[in-house]
């Protein structure tokens, strides 16, 4: 399958300042990303969708200016934590799909502000 | 908007036996995905199988087929002869057809393999 790569897998920052995290479709164009953000023990629950060169869809109670997602290009979305705080520790996830029936999924970032 | 329930938080199974995960959706679309994803403890998730709504025929893929019931919305997992590898949590998903589309997940069921 195609491959998503995500980075970092794990990142510790202070409370107040903002986090990048950059996910990358490695061998195929991805025209839509998402996603996800899944809380311990619990599913995965879809933050926002990017596509390409077009503002990113928020689901509802998601915060847009708390988490700026950025799909400049067919390969790279990037999610930015902004002001992060205690409660925006989680595991953050995407999934990028271009062409394929199904989404393919990043590894992950574990993400905890102290 | 759809919805995706998994009525089984926990589950366990012998190696080598058979063990059934069950999902049930509800959607007022006629044709739509279906997808089984296993999270093992890297929490990277694994496509294990797809079915595409308007096949009748079940999917499978090697050890692991689809009990598809499109008029009872129920979609469950059967796992055959399960290895220590199976360890994992198991997420059904609902993705609309074609396009872009989101995936709407289910709870998750924790299938552990005992040997």
């Known amino acids: 399958g195609a491959v998503v790569s995500q980075h970092p897998s794990w990142v510790i920052c202070k409370s107040g300042t903002s986090v990048k995290i950059e996910c990358r479709s490695l061998?195929?164009?991805?025209?839509?990303m998402f996603w996800y953000r899944q809380f311990p023990k619990q599913s995965l629950m879809l933050m926002a969708t990017?596509?390409?060169?077009?503002?990113?869809?928020?689901e509802q109670g998601v915060e847009k200016d708390k988490f700026l997602i950025n799909h400049a290009s067919l390969t790279l979305s990037t999610l930015t934590v902004t002001s992060a705080h205690p409660e925006d520790s989680s595991f953050y996830i995407c999934?990028?799909?271009?062409?394929?029936?199904?989404?393919?999924f990043g590894q992950g970032t574990r993400l905890t502000v102290v | 908007a759809q919805t995706v329930t998994q009525s089984q938080p926990e589950m366990s199974v012998q190696e080598a036996e058979t063990v059934t995960l069950s999902c049930t959706y509800d959607?007022?679309?006629?044709?739509?995905?279906l997808f089984w994803y296993k999270q093992p403890p890297s929490r990277q998730m694994i496509l294990v199988i797809r079915?595409?709504?308007?096949?009748?025929q079940n999917a499978t893929e090697n050890r692991f087929s689809v009990n598809f019931q499109k008029a009872a919305k129920s979609f469950s997992l059967k796992i055959s002869d399960s290895q220590l590898g199976d360890t994992a949590m198991y997420f059904c998903a609902f993705g609309h057809q074609g396009g872009s589309e989101k995936l709407v997940f289910g709870k998750g069921t924790k299938l552990t393999v005992n040997p």
């Open positions: 999934s990028a799909k271009g062409g394929f029936t199904e989404a393919f």
């Open positions: 990017s596509n390409e060169g077009s503002k990113a869809t928020y």
């Open positions: 061998d195929f164009q991805a025209t839509t």
């Open positions: 959607t007022s679309e006629s044709n739509y995905y």
């Open positions: 079915q595409e709504a308007y096949k009748q």
